[in-house]
């Protein structure tokens, strides 16, 4: 029934920005934590960011910070990343996930996306 769908993966060179987009179905969007995970090659999955319901709280991992940027429209059950200065270590399948709150979310996720690739070339 939940459902989360990612959106803007794709090929962005060094130095290059990118947009992912991820639209929420079948869940109270607005009251519901949402962020981004990432994960590469033989790596787990990681924590990249994360922004409260009611957007007023976010929260990145050191890797982005500076560099992405988490955005929400609650009216549109979306959120976005925008990824600046993109390196070749940014490369991962990135992931839309819901849940209780930015900071329990790097510990639980409630709900997660399908994933989209975002690979950087050097």
């Known amino acids: 029934q939940v459902q989360l769908v990612e959106s803007g993966g794709g090929l962005v060179q060094a130095g290059g920005s990118l947009g992912l987009s991820c639209t929420a179905s079948?869940?109270?969007?607005?009251?519901?934590?949402m962020g981004w995970f990432r994960q590469a090659p033989g790596k787990e999955r990681e924590f990249v960011a994360a922004?409260?319901?009611?957007?007023?709280?976010?929260r990145y991992a050191d890797s982005v910070k500076g560099r992405f940027t988490i955005s929400r429209d609650n009216a549109k059950n979306t959120v976005s990343l925008q990824m600046n200065s993109a390196k070749p270590e940014d490369t991962a399948v990135y992931y839309c996930?819901?849940?209780?709150?930015?900071?329990?979310?790097?510990?639980?996720?409630?709900?997660w996306g399908q994933g989209t690739q975002v690979t950087v070339s050097s």
């Open positions: 922004m409260s319901p009611g957007g007023v709280s976010t």
């Open positions: 996930a819901a849940g209780l709150s930015t900071g329990a979310m790097t510990r639980r996720v409630d709900y």
């Open positions: 079948g869940l109270t969007f607005g009251r519901y934590a």
